[in-house]
Structures are given as structure tokens and as C-alpha cells.
């Protein structure tokens, strides 16, 4: 960042300052050069306003900085002019998807900066009098800070409502035409444009079960669902019946799991796979359902990265059911024998591990393989015996 002393004209050649309305004056002069600095002030310390571009703000905060020099040397506080600028401005930043504690934060950053230089031009007058003049309108400024921001604030929670609405609306038809396919590919890519995703990017879709949610659990999730995200993160949430289904873009979904099991530590999740464009979102919404539809109390959060064979297979369960049929008939009676198995694949195929996850000894667990290959005719440590009783323990409750 450039400095004041780098931006800001000094010279020994300029008359010194004796009054407040000189003070004043002077500070008008420094305004185009002190709104560079602050603009870099905000692009430093208030990382959600990188979505707006210098261009844009350059007007706007020296507007702001410059009525209110011109305010405080009158005595007075924003007129409805000022206060209407306030309003616009925060409309605009509303629409910029700027959320509102970055706005407040960044008006701050302004006002902060233009009293520091006031500050610095009483000092260098070198009359204690003029300082104590300044400090004695100290009132006025924090008075105009708040006036402002209240004006702002305002304005962008109005438009964040309005907008908030329109992306209700837009995730519902985005989600809606994602799981119709291709069918319904034009209506998902102008729904995705509108919510400000990049169609070239990333999408990952995850989903779980609300049906028996309270109310307020349902409350709860709407009041996190408000948490300000970074402008390169895309997050949209729609309710489809009893799922709510989840579009992302830049954003982690561990961290969003996380967030539904703080809301429901039982709830089923699944999450698909992040594949690209609208194409790629269609099938991660088709491996999100499915995944949710095998998850259960002992895998609640069932990821299509991890589990994409036996999920993908059990969509053809009803023709395979004759195949498997001997293990599914093994499993009624001996539903241990068919822990054990799927432990022995859990642990890399490492009998003492499986016997230290089951807590047994390993003789136990080299019997129950042994007896499970008896009754289905499977050796589990084969890849062709080992996948048929993997889905024979996916399919066995459909």
C-alpha cells in the first residue's frame, strides 16, 4: 500500500494552518489522494470487498470523504442528499453480494482514516489550540459515521431480502431442473447464472434428510445457513419434500456436513462427486440421492468419491438379486459373519486388524471367513467374493 506521506502533498512552502475552517479546507484538497489510500486500507482488511473493483469504489468513497469534511466544517450532520448516496451505495453493495458487517466495515475504515488525517494536520500546525478545537468535534464525527452506516445498513438489508427471495426462487428452479437431466439443462444454466455460479466451474451437490427435523432444528439451520461466505464461494440450499439439497462451488462440504450434524448429529448425508459445469452438476445431484439413500446409522455421511461402486451397483439390485442371492440368505441367520467380512474389507484385509475393530481374537475372525465362504460359496478374500458380500451388505435392507 502507498502511503500518506507518499500520496499526500506536504511542503514548507504551504501557510500554515491557524483555524479549523483552514484545517478543513486543506483536508479537501487531500481528499483524491486520502481516497486512494483508503480504498487500499479496505482491499487489506476487509477481504469480503474484493468482489468490487477499485473503478467502483473510487467515486463513491471520495464522495463520502468529502461530504463529510464539508459537513463537519458547516456543523452539521448528513443531509437527505448525503443520506440518499448512503442508501444507494448500500443497495449496490447488496447487489455486489458484499455482505453487510464487510460494508459497515469499510465505512469505518473511511471515516477512521479521514479523522486520523485531521488529526495529523491539527498536529502539524503545532497549535495545541487548533488540536483541542478538532477534538472538541469529535462527537460530530462518530455522529456522521453512525448516521451513514444506519442509512446504508438499511438499505442493503432491504435489498439482501429482495435478493434473498429471487435466489430462493432460482435455487428451487436450479435444483428442480438438476434433477430432471438433460431434459432440463437450459433452465439449470440461466438458474445457475442468476445465483452467480461460473458455468465452466466446479459443481458438487449434497443432500440430507430433514424429515424429522423439528422446528426448531429447521430454525437453526436457516440462522447458520446465514453465515457470510468468501465472494469465490457459491452455496445455495433448497428444500425438495423432506431432502435439502445443496449446490456448491469453492466450498468445502466437510465443512457444510459438519454444519448439518451441529443442527442433527444423526443426520444422513450424502455428498456427490465435484464434477464440472452444468453437465457435472446434473450427475453430482444423481450421486448425492443416491448416496443419501445408503446412508444409515452406521454410515450416516455416505460420499460417492468413497463409495462409488457399491452405490452404482445397487441401482441394478433387483437383477442381481438372483446372484446374490446366496449371500443375502446368509445373511439373515448369520448377520455377524457378514460384519466380520465387511471389517475384513474396512481393514485393508489385515486379519488382526479386523479382529482389533471387532474386538475379538484373530482365530475368531479367520472361522467367521472360513464359515462365510461355506454358507454362500465366497471366498472373501477374493475380489469376486469380497464385492458380492460388499453388496449383498448394501442391498440386503432394500
Known sequence: MTGTSERIERGADRPPITTLTELFTRAQDSVPALTLEVIDLIHDRVAEYGSTTVTQQIGHTEGQLRDMVTGLACGRGPDERELQAARDLGRQRALDRVPLHALISAFQVGFQRLWAHLQELARESGRQELQLDLLAGVDGVWSWMQAITAAASQAHSEATVALEAVDIRSTHRFVQALSQG??????????????????????????????????????????????????????????????????????????????????????????????????????????????????????????????????????????????????????????????????????????????????????????????????????????????????????RDG
Open 182 to 395: 438433460d431434459v432440463e439443462r437450459d433452465v439449470a444454466e440461466r438458474a445457475a447464472v442468476s445465483l452467480g455460479y461460473d458455468l465452466a466451474g466446479q459443481f458438487q451437490v449434497v443432500c440430507w434428510s430433514v424429515g424429522g427435523w423439528s422446528e426448531s432444528q429447521l430454525q437453526r439451520w436457516h440462522e447458520r445457513d446465514g453465515v457470510p461466505r468468501p465472494a469465490t464461494q457459491h452455496l445455495q440450499v433448497a428444500g425438495v419434500g423432506q431432502t435439502m439439497v445443496a449446490v456448491l462451488q469453492g466450498a468445502d462440504p466437510a465443512k457444510l456436513v459438519t454444519r448439518v450434524h451441529r443442527v442433527d448429529p444423526a443426520a444422513r448425508v450424502g455428498v456427490g462427486l465435484s464434477r464440472p459445469g452444468v453437465p457435472g452438476a446434473v450427475d453430482s445431484y444423481r450421486d448425492a440421492v443416491l448416496c443419501l439413500a445408503h446412508a444409515d446409522p452406521r454410515r450416516p455421511v455416505v460420499a460417492f468419491e468413497q463409495w462409488w461402486l457399491p452405490v452404482s451397483l445397487s441401482e441394478q439390485a433387483p437383477r442381481l438379486r438372483q446372484v446374490l442371492e446366496p449371500g443375502l440368505r446368509a445373511a439373515v441367520d448369520n448377520p455377524h459373519l457378514l460384519q466380520t467380512v465387511t471389517a475384513f474389507a474396512d481393514a485393508g484385509s489385515s486379519l488382526s486388524a479386523t479382529a482389533s475393530a471387532l474386538h475379538v481374537h484373530v482365530n475368531t475372525v479367520r472361522y467367521r471367513l472360513d464359515r462365510w465362504r461355506t454358507l454362500t460359496g465366497w471366498d472373501p478374500t477374493t475380489w469376486d467374493g469380497l464385492c458380492r458380500t460388499l453388496l449383498v451388505d448394501w442391498t
